[in-house]
């Protein structure tokens, strides 16, 4: 696993969240803006009133990311999430892909009692899969390295590598 973090200010107030990154000038490289909503809904956002090129991730109810999407400067498209969630997260336009983070990846938000700065935590799994497949069974996904050091050893002739089963699929057609 590999784990990014990225500090935040938190939209906490219907006024905060009104405003969101509106009029700002800048936003300084690892850093953001967390909105957290009382319930799970199709959240949407726009770039009215703001300066700066952001992605948006939005993360359902198990915090884990459902989409991460572009919002453009002065721009009154609705971006939206495409299933409900419950928390948004802005950052500078790329944030997101130069640190690997994607659909799927984890969030784990972070505010210690020492007054230090919000973090928001994103949890990726960089971790190579193998799948076991015995015959009129379901798949397991365990991790590599979880298998190679396990005492199975001995069926590691069932094992087949997710990308060489996709591209052998892929042959076949």
């Not at 990154?21 to 009215?48: A, Y």
């Not at 497949?133 to 979880?146: H, S």
């Not at 298998?147 to 997710?162: R, T």
Request: proline share 4%; hydrophobic share 35%.
């Amino acid at each position: 696993y590999k784990i990014k973090f990225l500090n935040i200010e938190v939209a906490d107030s219907p006024y905060k969240i009104q405003r969101g990154l509106m009029f700002r000038g800048k936003l300084p490289d690892n850093n953001g803006m967390l909105f957290s909503f009382p319930k799970e809904d199709v959240l949407s956002f726009w770039g009215m009133n703001t300066h700066i090129p952001l992605d948006i991730a939005f993360v359902n109810n198990s915090k884990a990311i459902d989409s991460i999407q572009r919002i453009k400067p002065h721009d009154l498209t609705a971006v939206k999430s495409s299933k409900s969630c419950l928390y948004a997260i802005e950052a500078n336009e790329g944030w997101f892909k130069r640190n690997d983070i994607s659909n799927g990846d984890f969030v784990e938000i972070f505010n210690d009692s020492l007054g230090n700065r919000p973090k928001v935590f994103f949890i990726t799994n960089t971790v190579s899969t193998k799948t076991a497949q015995v015959e009129d069974q379901d798949l397991d996904i365990i991790p590599r390295d979880e298998f190679f050091n396990s005492d199975n050893i001995e069926d590691s002739d069932l094992l087949a590598d997710n990308e060489d089963f996709d591209s052998e699929l892929d042959q076949e057609t």
